[in-house]
C-alpha cells in the first residue's frame, strides 16, 4: 500500500510514541475493528478510510463518527467604525507631523510611536482622549493628544460606545 500523507502521519505518530515495537503485534489485514485501538492494532481498513476522506463499506459507523469538515469563519460584519477613525487620522495626521517636526528640531534623531485612544460615548459623542502608549519624549505626545482633541469628529455618532486607537509612529516607515 503506497504512503499518503495520513497514513504517514500515522505511521510517524507511531513511530514517535512507541509504536512498532516488538512487544506490539504487527499490522495486519486480517486485524478485525473492536472498537478501541492502540498504535500498534490499527487497522488497515481504518488506515484506508482516512487516506478516501471518508468512511469505508464495513466499518461501523456509529463508533467512529467522521469529524465535520472544517467551515471558513464567515465573513466579519462591515465595522462602520472603521472608516470613522482612519479618516480622523487623515484629518488629524498634519497637525502631528508638525508636533514631531518641533520636536525633532530639538534631536534630530528623534523617533517613537504614540499610541492615542478615542473613546465615543453611547450617544455617538466623543468622551475622552488618552495617550495608552507613547516613546516620543512627552511633550511631542501632549502637542499629538491636543491635535487629536482639536480635531473634529462629526461622524463620532457611527461608533456609539467604541473605543479607537490612533497609531503614531515617526519617521513614517517606508
Known amino acids: 500500500m503506497p504512503l499518503t500523507g495520513v497514513s504517514l502521519v500515522l505511521l510517524l505518530t507511531m513511530a514517535a510514541c512507541g509504536g512498532g515495537g516488538a512487544a506490539k503485534p504487527p499490522l495486519t489485514s486480517e486485524a478485525k475493528d ?3 485501538e492502540s498504535f500498534g ?26 469529524a465535520p469538515a472544517a467551515t471558513p469563519a464567515p465573513p466579519a460584519p462591515a465595522d462602520d467604525c472603521t472608516p470613522v477613525g482612519v479618516a480622523f487620522e487623515r484629518r488629524a ?3 502631528m507631523k508638525e508636533c514631531y517636526a518641533t520636536g525633532k528640531k530639538k534631536d534630530p534623531n528623534l523617533q517613537g510611536t504614540v499610541r492615542i485612544a478615542v473613546e465615543i460615548d453611547t450617544a455617538g459623542k466623543v ?12 511633550a511631542v505626545a501632549q ?3 491636543k491635535v487629536v482633541k482639536a480635531t473634529p469628529l462629526p461622524e463620532a455618532s457611527k461608533c456609539p460606545g467604541k473605543t479607537f486607537t490612533i497609531p503614531v509612529t515617526f519617521p513614517t516607515p517606508s
Open 127 to 138: 468622551k475622552g482622549t488618552k495617550i495608552t502608549e507613547k516613546t516620543l519624549p512627552d
Open 143 to 145: 502637542c499629538m493628544l
Open 34 to 36: 473492536s472498537g478501541a
Open 93 to 95: 495626521r498634519p497637525k
Open 41 to 66: 492494532e490499527v487497522n488497515p481498513a481504518d488506515l484506508a478510510e482516512l487516506d478516501a476522506g471518508g468512511p469505508s463499506k464495513g466499518s461501523a459507523g456509529a463508533s467512529a463518527a467522521p
